[in-house]
């Protein structure tokens, strides 16, 4: 590993992990949670998304640098791969804009159970993971993994610390759309 790739890994993984516990609190503790934020106007939200982005930009880089290290089949790195990128990016962004910007940086909005909500509770954390598995395909990197995983963690807690918040928001319109539709497919 070179010097450029340690400080990109290490600077991934402590965005990641410092998101992983700050959702881990949030799950814990919901009343003194951090994550949604108790006042949309904070600087939280974007603490989270810059965390986030800080993830992917150190899994998009080590896997510049890395790119190849390990032997993946052609189909997996290069249909795959791209595939995942493309499908949860689209996914994302239709998710995002489905709620609002706003909305999925934590403000309160209406309770959205229609397009991708209706086939899941979080299609956004969905595309963000295939998003990062597709990444992981990809570079075909070694050291892009431990940061993916760390990425896939943070992002597959993330609906259990905003659940409690959700129930306190919509009451029994979440529950019933909880029971009607999965967390994740």
Known sequence: MTMAQG???VFGMLSGLVLICALSWSILFPSKRIWPPRKFNSAIPM??????LAVYASA???GFLDWGARVMPFWLQWIMGPLLILAGNLAAWRGAFAIGLQTTSGAKGEL???GLYRYSRNPQYVADIAIFLGLGLLFSSTWVWPVVAVGVIALASAPLAE??????QYGSDYDDYS???RRFF
């Open 163 to 168: 659940e409690p918040w959700l129930r306190a």
């Open 179 to 181: 029971a009607a539709t």
């Open 112 to 114: 959205v159970t229609s």
């Open 7 to 9: 400080l990109i890994f």
């Open 47 to 52: 603490a989270a998304w810059g965390l986030t």
């Open 60 to 62: 998009i880089g080590l």
